[in-house]
């Protein structure tokens, strides 16, 4: 057992840490209002028009009205902090907190140590310039280097503090109370196990979604909405459009401008924020048709309207080029192709997802069903019968199937079969390398099917003894459902922009284009098969016992 007052258990780490970055706020506050403290008046000019100048319209605004946005940075680490030792913190999802602080923490000490060398190597130097004085130092890497180690040691501090006790802690804990009872000779009744089953405050966070997903949904609404009123005004950075990203020429809103979609995203979205406000509570009739109609679309759009086939290329070429730039260097990055177009559609997707949970939780509440599992006293759900069962294996061997025909085609042409293609593709296809691209995504996919079969195969839901450290063990419904579900959403989206731009034109290599037709049938039905696998992972659930 750790001790009680165990040093690094002590909630003094979050105090210092929150104090360490104060001096440099304060800082590069003054800075920002025009005061040279450490610093001459010339180079407080030089780092003006450098603000100004060249960095982004946000902090340019910022920076002209005396505000410094790394002082505001360094105040909300200084809360991050705060919040591992203050009791409103326990509030915040424990993962919010633990990985900025140990993420952040880490880099300022890297940060810190790499500056510290350069000193004493003789690659920074103060000699040569008048404009800041050493000093500076001291508040900037001093503080960097104090606050990485004392949040470092705040967030281990906090994670042991609240770490989850279950098992047989708690059955021990009964065990003793039953034991004091009977040596004080008092008759009373002890607690049955039912009375003392976890409650949902106590479950993890990610357990605890319909208590939370509303409000992350209203806070992402909000900041889309303002970046919609930012570009409505003139603002830099929209996404959507050819005139903005001339490779968007399938998107649905390729020919939208910012000044005309702008008005649009930020009208919609502050209608959101109260249709999400209302589906806190119970409706009947027209007014929860209405508010499951909005709540609904809106996940769909942000899920398969905005994104395109490049939210699924960035994924499934991933693991490739890992492992191909361990051994080889590329000619293309592959960071070069996450544009800040194909950024917003990820969060787009986060944004629909957030919407879709809202929307399931408030349609659970509507009907008066547990919002947690979605059941109903005194009723069955289909999805856990038998019939359900046999729809699940056959919907689940489609999205087994369904890939074959892309990845033979692929393999053909890693294997100099030009299947379905002309000599002249196939050419190119081997002079540029494309062909070992498109086997490489044949061998992502094909291990993507594999992984399917375990919806309906017992190991996946408990590890095979040949799975190191995991054998036997159970397998977390979540590690399949969230990248099964996630997969699904953008095969969806590229089938259906597949399909729209299909033409007869693309008949003429027809091994390049007709397997892409059913990625739609791919994405529907692993889909389908995650929802089958979900219900059929469905144990009892701690908040109604059903």
Known sequence: MIEKHAWWLSKRWGYAASVALVPYAILKSLWAIGFAV???????????????????QIISFLYSHGIDITAILALIASLLALALVQNWGQKIPRWFLLVPAGVGGLSFIYISLVTFYKLIVGDIS???TS??????LLPVYGGFFTWGVTICLAALSYGIRTRKRTGPLKRGMLKQKSHIVASDGISCNVPNTKEIEWKPSSLSWWRR????VRYAAIVWTLIYGALGLYWSLGGSGFPLGLVNDPITQNSFFKNVTATEAGPVISMFCFLGVIVLFKCNFKARGFIRTMLLFYTWSAATILCLAIPDARALIVVAYAPIYLIVSLFWTLPVHYFDHITWPVVNQFICIAGGLLWAATALSFQRLSRDACQYCGRKIDSSHWMASDSAARWARWITYVAILAPAYYDITRIAWLLGIPLGITKELFQSLQDTGANWAGAGLALVSIGGTILTRGLIKSWGEVFPRWIPLWAGKRVPPALAIVPAGLVSIMLTITGIEVVLGFSIRNLQNWGASTPLLLFLIWGIALGVATIFYYYRRQGRCNRCDL
Do not use: C, R
């Open 209 to 212: 979604w319909p208590e939370w």
């Open 126 to 128: 103060f000699s040569n």
């Open 38 to 56: 450490l610093a001459s008046g010339k180079g407080i000019e030089e780092l003006h028009a450098a603000m100004k100048g060249d960095s982004g």
């Open 131 to 136: 404009t800041f004085s050493p000093w500076v």
